[in-house]
């Protein structure tokens, strides 16, 4: 299960971005962050460090 940011909360501060061992995190057009969920680990780190709480699981 990977892991996914809801673009409604995220700021784009890249935060996460630097705390992904997998390289998995990236800017999309509009300056916030996106996961490739084919890349992510699902370690949870960037959850545990985003300041606004806008990376969850994914539910499927
Ligand atoms: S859960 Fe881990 S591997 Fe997946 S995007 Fe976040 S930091 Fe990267
Ligand atoms: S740490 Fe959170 S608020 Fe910052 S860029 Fe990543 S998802 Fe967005």
Same mark, same amino acid.
């Given at each position: !299960?990977?892991?996914?940011?809801?673009?409604?909360?995220? $700021?784009?501060?890249?935060?996460? !971005?630097? !705390?992904?061992?997998?390289?998995?995190?990236?800017?999309?057009?509009?300056?916030?962050? =996106?996961?490739?969920?084919?890349?992510?680990?699902?370690?949870?780190?960037?959850?545990?460090?985003?300041? !606004?709480?806008? $990376? =969850?699981?994914?539910?499927?």
């Amino acid at each position: !299960m990977a892991y996914k940011i809801d673009s409604s909360k995220c $700021i784009g501060c890249h935060t996460c !971005m630097g !705390m992904c061992p997998a390289g998995a995190i990236s800017t999309s057009a509009d300056g916030k962050c =996106v996961i490739d969920t084919a890349k992510c680990m699902s370690c949870g780190t960037c959850a545990s460090v985003c300041p !606004m709480g806008a $990376i =969850v699981p994914e539910n499927k």
